[in-house]
């Protein structure tokens, strides 16, 4: 990458509101934006060149591996490529996340990377209308 462009990409990852983990083909992590580091509570100096597993931890899925979302094929899309996980951060708070995950490869390597959100009041304003929908329809 030339400067410009390389100084353009660690502005867009150091601002971007979506997390973006990079983990290796270990599993450890090589690289988190701030916005990754707020989304599991742990900071990069913490975790990186550890297990994704030990930050990234989702409720409800004992045996969750990245392999069951990324596809090797870069042709391919999975039908596993965007969900929505319940993510337990480092404080024990669960909070819905919509995470995509994709694959980059190099001649001499492979990154999966991880994008995630906070769709915690997209979740909490869903609930609160299929509520007054529910109690709506009850009382006609």
Not at 98 to 122: G, K, M, P, W, Y
């Amino acid at each position: 990458m030339n400067r410009i462009t390389r100084e353009q990409w660690d502005m867009v990852f150091t601002h971007t509101s979506e997390a973006v983990i990079f983990v290796n083909e270990n599993d450890l992590i090589e690289s988190m934006n701030p916005a990754g580091e707020i989304l599991t509570g742990y900071p990069l100096s913490e975790f990186r060149g550890k297990s994704v597993y030990e930050v990234f931890k989702v409720e409800g899925i004992s045996d969750f591996s990245l392999k069951d979302f990324v596809s090797k094929d870069p042709v391919e899309i999975k039908e596993k490529s965007y969900v929505e996980l319940l993510l337990v951060q480092r404080s024990g708070e669960k909070v819905w996340t919509s995470c995509s995950f994709t694959n980059i490869q190099s001649e001499d390597s492979s990154l999966h990377v991880i994008f995630a959100r906070n769709i915690d009041q997209f979740k909490k304003v869903e609930q609160m209308r299929s509520d007054f929908i529910s109690i709506a329809s009850h009382e006609l």
